[in-house]
């Protein structure tokens, strides 16, 4: 390995240690610290290229979206971005001033919430963000309000997802209705709700009926394109199966849909015999395209058999195939 990074990897593998200490053992660690150590430190770097790029996808895609689409025709969004929009269009403030001015209250409760890594990060995607609004010019792309609303909404949303991907917002919305959340032990997206319909009630008010309805179908498109890109195209679904045929199950999940299994201890909580019966429980990963093939093989083997179905916003590893930008 490099001397170079061979030093840096000891003083990772050492921080902490007194000086003295240090200079004892570095030349007593083992190549598999050393290896563990740049191993880290590479994904780590990687980790952050990849964030980083995704940040600056969805700035770019976010500016676009309000310059080329809804700041000349006044259309809002719901959260943050539509008050910042909606306080632009009634006071002529410049957006990229009142982006930031918006989002400060959230930055600092996102820092009480989510932690120093993930301020930074949405500190860094707001100021980009403005200073892209403050200094790149966008073509208006038409001024048809509902092309405007669809399609300034598509790139707003895939913005503020891309930004979500690389682990920033530039909406603070959420980290509002989380706090709320926990504080007032409601759901999160009663708060986002309700945020939003004050937003367009005020929108309707100020900027007129018929505004207020386009910028509903913006904020319809940025969510509906918001949850695409961080959820990906594939719906996972979580399948538990309880069946007397939970080894016939698992390998035709095996060899039949190609996916992963786990199995799970189990007891019955009611038999005819009135007392405990253990069984194997069977539990996959699937797509929402693969349930009927995994029903019907499930009938074929057991029509009894006992399935729980739920939805999964993510994986990783496994051999369920990877989403987009994960």
């Known amino acids: 390995m490099n001397p170079f990074w061979t030093t840096v990897l000891l003083k990772q593998i050492n921080r902490g240690k007194s000086a003295k200490d240090t200079k004892q053992k570095s030349s007593s660690v083992s190549d598999y610290r050393l290896g563990k150590a740049y191993r880290e430190m590479k994904v780590v770097a990687k980790g952050n290229v990849k964030d980083f790029t995704l940040i600056l996808f969805g700035i770019f895609s976010a500016a676009f979206g309000f310059k080329g689409f809804l700041l000349t025709n006044h259309f809002i969004d719901g959260g943050a971005t539509g008050i910042a929009l909606l306080t632009s269009a009634v006071s002529g403030y410049p957006l990229y001033l009142l982006i930031i001015l918006v989002n ?7 820092y009480k919430i989510m932690g120093k890594r993930f301020t930074v990060k949405t500190v860094l995607a707001i ?41 920033a917002v530039i909406d603070g919305t959420e980290i509002l209705a989380i706090y709320m959340s926990r504080k007032f032990g409601t759901t999160i997206g009663d708060i986002i709700i309700i945020i939003n319909v004050i937003i367009f009630l005020s929108a309707a008010y100020l900027l007129g009926i018929d505004i207020a309805l386009y910028s509903m179908i913006t904020y319809l498109a940025a969510s509906r394109t918001l949850d695409f890109i961080v959820e990906g195209l594939d719906e996972y679904i979580g399948v538990t199966i309880v069946s007397n045929h939970s080894e016939d199950i698992r390998k035709m999940i095996i060899t039949k849909l190609g996916r992963g299994v786990t199995i799970y201890k189990g007891k019955r909580g009611m038999t005819n015999q009135g007392e405990d019966q253990e069984v194997d429980i069977v539990y996959t990963v699937i797509t929402r395209l693969e349930i009927n093939k995994l029903n019907l093989e499930v009938e074929k083997i057991e029509p009894s058999a006992f399935i729980v179905m739920h939805t ?7 051999m369920i195939k990877k989403k987009a930008f994960k």
């Open 312 to 318: 999964i916003k993510d994986t990783k590893g496994g």
């Open 104 to 110: 400060l209250p959230f930055i600092i409760m996102g």
């Open 127 to 167: 100021i980009g963000l403005a200073i892209i609004l403050a200094l790149v010019e966008f073509p208006n792309v038409t001024n048809d309000n509902l092309l405007v609303a669809v399609f300034g909404g598509f790139f707003l949303g895939a913005g503020i997802g891309f930004s979500i991907r690389g682990g």
